[in-house]
T-cell receptor, first 114, second 118 residues
């Protein structure tokens, strides 16, 4: 069984500030972990993924995430927020030995103020 | 390469009716998954099809069904619509190589179909 917990349904930052979106997972098998972004009225776009290679994963648009097995975490960060980063972010887990399904967290809405 | 397409983009139905949603995967992708997105429940997995066979199923009532055609296009059907079925329905395609999502088998999402049940 797998689950994902995203802490904070809404996170507000100022433009230029550090972005930190938290994700903790639970998985009975070694996980694959993903971060997706969703802009209004659009589908989900993959930001980055962890697939048991490097624990620090770099994605698109300057985002990165670090897999920490001891903390069962996969937090998403970006050094400097941009107005265009305002969107909803979803963390997801898939078991390495499972089928092609994703279990998503509830999502975190990132608000960026000027 | 064209992305995942879903039709229609918006749909309004009344309680008791049925609805069929369509998804065309990326060319060469053989796996299609469906998800329901609502403000209260978030993103929930409905089912996954691979080579015309349902390979995995989420925890939804039998009113939700799907199928996949030989060209990998997929449809999902919801019968006897309820108000709670109002949601964004997302389709995602992947190569489906093996059974695992990984470095060469990520899911690409379509824009979704917004279903409103009145």
């Amino acid at each position: 069984a797998q689950s994902v917990t995203q802490l904070g349904s809404h996170v507000s930052v100022s433009e230029g500030a550090l972005v930190l979106l938290r994700c903790n997972y639970s998985s009975s098998v070694p996980p694959y972990l993903f971060w997706y972004v969703q802009y209004p009225n659009q589908g989900l776009q993959l930001l980055l993924k962890y697939t048991s290679a490097a624990t620090l994963v770099k994605g698109i648009n300057g985002f990165e995430a670090e897999f920490k097995k001891s903390e069962t975490s996969f937090h998403l960060t970006k050094p400097s927020a941009h107005m265009s980063d305002a969107a909803e972010y979803f963390c997801a887990v898939s078991g390495q030995s499972g089928y092609s399904t994703l279990t998503f967290g509830k999502g975190t809405m990132l608000l960026v103020s000027p | 390469k064209a992305g995942v397409t879903q039709t229609p983009r918006y749909l309004i139905k009344t309680r008791g009716q049925q609805v069929t949603l369509s998804c065309s995967p990326i060319s060469g992708h053989r796996s299609v998954s469906w998800y329901q997105q609502t403000p209260g429940q978030g993103l929930q997995f409905l089912f996954e099809y691979f080579s015309e066979t349902q390979r995995n199923k989420g925890n939804f009532p039998g009113r939700f069904s799907g199928r996949q055609f030989s060209n990998s296009r997929s449809e999902m059907n919801v019968s006897t619509l309820e108000l709670g079925d109002s949601a964004l329905y997302l389709c995602a395609s992947s190569l489906g190589r093996g059974a695992k999502l990984g470095s060469d088998n990520e899911q690409f999402f379509g824009p979704g179909t917004r279903l409103t049940v009145l």
